[in-house]
């Protein structure tokens, strides 16, 4: 199946500071990318969708100015958790739609962010 | 609110015997829903679905069940497998929303031997 990546896998970072996680589809290219969010033993919620080229449709709820997303080239998208705080820890997973049906959305590994 | 739900968080099963996986949805503008299996730490892995016209979809040992009058759909593995502990997660896309899922919240399978 298609690949698709993030970056970092887990990172630690102090109150207040930003932290910046790549979504990559390796092998294909994405015109649309989702980031969700995953809480412990929880469901996986979409935070927002990721257009190549336009700005990000952010679900009801989620904070845009908080929650970054560039969707700069075809293969890649970026969410930057801005002035992170510990409430923003959480397991946060990017997928991409490779042309075609729905079922040919593909999820990246995750990241663990941790916010002290 | 939770339109997808899956209300067993968890599922023990003996290997070689059937597990059943259950989800009720709320919106009846779905038709697309899907399984996916997600180990710890990994991103979710899709695994079957089933489009709201058919009422059952099978592959290899994984078979899809809807019902749409109930809102109901039920994930079959048959035989399980050690390697098949994971948890479950059943999704579901409405007909407007091209690629946006709704996710249940999951049900953690263990195969024991």
């Known amino acids: 199946g298609a690949v698709v990546s993030q970056h970092p896998s887990r990172v630690i970072c102090k109150s207040g500071t930003s932290v910046k996680i790549e979504c990559r589809s390796l092998?294909?290219?994405?015109?649309?990318m989702f980031w969700y969010r995953q809480f412990p033993k929880k469901s996986l919620m979409l935070m927002a969708t990721?257009?190549?080229?336009?700005?990000?449709?952010?679900e009801q709820g989620v904070e845009k100015d908080k929650f970054l997303i560039n969707h700069a080239s075809l293969t890649l998208s970026t969410l930057t958790v801005t002035s992170a705080h510990p409430e923003d820890s959480s397991f946060y997973i990017c997928?991409?739609?490779?042309?075609?049906?729905?079922?040919?959305?593909?999820f990246g590994p995750g990241t663990r962010l941790t916010v002290l | 609110d939770q339109q997808v739900k899956q209300n067993s968080p968890s599922l023990s099963v003996q290997e070689g015997r059937i597990s059943i996986l259950n989800c009720d949805y709320t919106?009846?503008?779905?038709?697309?829903f899907l399984w996916y299996k997600k180990y710890p730490a990994e991103g979710p892995t899709f695994l079957i679905s089933?489009?709201?016209?058919?009422d059952k979809n099978e592959d290899g040992r994984f078979t899809v069940f809807l019902n749409k009058s109930a809102k109901h759909l039920s994930l079959h593995i048959v035989p399980s497998q050690p390697g098949d502990s994971a948890v479950y997660f059943c999704?579901?896309?409405?007909?407007?929303?091209?690629?946006?899922?709704?996710f249940g919240a999951g049900t953690q399978v263990v195969v024991t031997p």
């Open positions: 997928s991409a739609i490779r042309g075609g049906g729905v079922n040919e959305q593909f």
């Open positions: 092998d294909f290219q994405a015109t649309t």
């Open positions: 990721s257009n190549e080229g336009s700005k990000a449709t952010y």
């Open positions: 919106n009846s503008m779905f038709d697309y």
């Open positions: 089933i489009s709201s016209i058919k």
């Open positions: 999704a579901a896309r409405a007909t407007d929303s091209w690629g946006k899922l709704q």
